[in-house]
C-alpha cells in the first residue's frame, strides 16, 4: 500500500501507505482513483505550505470502496462505493451556525488540512461520504468532486432553461460549468485561449471562442439582441476576464465568480450600477451540489470521461503536475492508487 506524499519545495515523495483504523464517527476506504486539480498544482508550487503538516498525502477528487466503519457509524457498509465530500467544518462558528458549513470560517480542507486521497487506505468522517451508482465508474467517480462544483456554481448563476451563459474560461472546471448549465437548458459560450482545451471542450458539445479572434462584447451583443448575457461565469481568474465580465452581463444580469485572484483585479462598478448587475462568488459545494453531481454522471449527459487526458500510476503524479504548469495538452488526469 502506497501513498503520495507532498515534502515541501516542489517536491513528492511516493512512499508505504500508513493505513489508519477509522475511529467512531469514520470510514476507511480503499481508494481507486484521484484526480489532479488546480488546488494540488498550488500546493506543489507551496503557495499553501502555512496550511500544510509535512509530509502531506494530498489529493481530494476521488472514488472508493469502504474497507472498514469506525464505531457510531450508521448507514454505510463495508464494500459499498462512494466519493468523499472533502469539507470539514467545525459546527460552532457564525458561518456554521448560519447553514453555511460549507464556507466555514475555520474550514478544514481534507487533501490540504488534512491527509488526503492520493493513498491506497484513507480514513475520513462518515459525514464526508456520497454513494455512487454501480452504473457509475470508478474513472467518472473520480469527476464527481469537480462536477459537484459546477453545480454550485450553476446553482448559485439561478441559471435557468432558456438562459444566456458566458463562461469565461475553458479549464476542467469551466467545461464542467458550461456542461451543467447546458443540462440546465441554457445556451452556453465557453471563451477560452488554450488550442487543446478549446478543441477537448467542442468534443465535449460546447460552444467555445478564442476572445483573441472574436470579440466577446459584439459577440454576445449579436446573440441576445443587444441585451447581454444573464450570467456570466469568471472562471479563469485572469485580469482580463474580470474587466470583459460587467461588459457583457445584461441588466440585472449574473456574474459568479469562481476563479480565484491572488491579486485584486480591477473590475467596473461603475457597470454594477448603470445595470444594476449582481455578483456572487462561488466556493466548494454543499451536500446537494453532490448528490446533484452524482445524478449529473449517472444520467450520461455529459461526457465526463472525455475530460480525462491521461491516467497514471501514484509514480506519475509529479510528472503530470509538471505538464499542468506548463499549461499544454491537459486537461483532467487521475492517479490510480489502487496499485
Ligand atoms: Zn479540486
Ligand atoms: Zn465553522
Redesign the pocket.
Known sequence: MRAAFYEGQETIRIGPCVPVPPGAGEVQIHVSHCGICGTDLHLFHGKMDHRVTFPQVIGHEMSGTIAAVGEGVGGWATGERVTVRPLN?????P??RAGH?HV????KFIGIDAPGAMQRSWTVPAHTLHRLPDTLSFEQGALVEPLAVACHDVRLGEVRAGDFAVVLGGGPIGALVASVANYEGARVVVSEVNPFRIRLARELGLEVVDPRETDMVALVERETGGAGADVVFEVSGSPAAAELMTKIARVRGRIVVVGIFPEPPKVDLFRFFWRELRMTGARVYEPRDFEKAIAIAASGRIALTRLITDTAPLEGLESALRRMESGGQVMKVLIRCSE
Open positions: 467544518p467545525c459546527g460552532a462558528c458561518a456554521c458549513s466555514c470560517q475555520k474550514l
